[in-house]
């Protein structure tokens, strides 16, 4: 049983737009979410993350929002550049866990010239 | 700042071989996690290392198993090889903080394995 899901498997967007990706999860135990972009070849890079107490937490061109009576987090890029064509993974863990991460299966973005 | 670094990059082995992956953490560093990914599939838990010992484990065989070195650094053994084992294993290094709970984990390259 999946307990952290990224339904769309890819997405494209033009340059300069808005990239949304979204992500369900079903443990209400997590309290750690972390966004992770992950190009070929190389392993996956931690871009940002929310703790269960936020709703909103941004970094730069970067922002992941947190609906927990959705059991939903988002990742927006705003404007998205060719350079984050990547693959982007959804992850959440909980306190006690010791780090162990529950990844999704990855949404692949496409942003175009 | 050397992030985290693994070797070899892709190794190719027969059934029923064995293999070690090796792991080297980012600095200031102290506990070692390992995650396998199959191909179109996110990183799953193997387990982790903290203090020379495992902390935690994933739902993985026996055949899967690790040590961590007084430096930090990381082994990940894998016996009996299954074309199964066939995947991308990725090391993740992070610092520990009170509680038990780790601080954020950065990840490794990556080691390629291919099981014929």
């Known amino acids: 049983d999946q307990q952290v899901k990224q339904n769309s498997p890819s997405l494209s967007v033009q340059e300069g737009r808005i990239s949304i990706l979204n992500c369900d999860y079903t443990n209400s135990m997590f309290d750690y979410f972390l966004w992770y972009k992950k190009y070929p070849a190389e392993g996956p890079t931690f871009l940002i993350s929310?703790?269960?107490?936020?709703d909103k937490n941004e970094d730069g061109r970067f922002t992941v929002f947190l609906n927990k009576s959705a059991k939903h987090l988002s990742l927006h890029i705003v404007p998205s550049q060719p350079g984050d064509s990547a693959v982007y993974f959804c992850a959440a863990n909980y306190g006690g866990s010791q780090g162990n991460l529950i990844f999704g299966k990855g949404t692949k973005l496409s942003v175009k010239p | 700042d050397a992030g985290v670094t693994q070797s070899p990059t892709h190794l190719i082995k027969t059934r029923g071989q064995q293999v070690t992956l090796r792991c080297s953490p980012k600095s200031g560093h102290d506990t070692v996690s390992w995650y396998q990914q199959a191909l179109g599939q996110g990183p799953q838990f193997i387990f982790q290392y903290y203090e020379e010992e495992e902390r935690q484990r994933g739902n993985f065989p026996d055949r899967f198993s690790g040590h961590q070195f007084p430096n930090y650094s990381s082994e990940l053994n894998v016996n009996a090889l299954l074309l199964g084992d066939s995947a991308l294993y990725l090391c993740?290094?992070?610092?520990?903080?009170?509680?038990?709970?780790?601080?954020?984990?950065?990840f490794g390259p990556g080691t390629r394995l291919t099981v014929l």
């Open positions: 929310i703790s269960s107490i936020k």
């Open positions: 993740a290094s992070s610092k520990r903080l009170a509680g038990d709970s780790t601080d954020t984990q950065y």
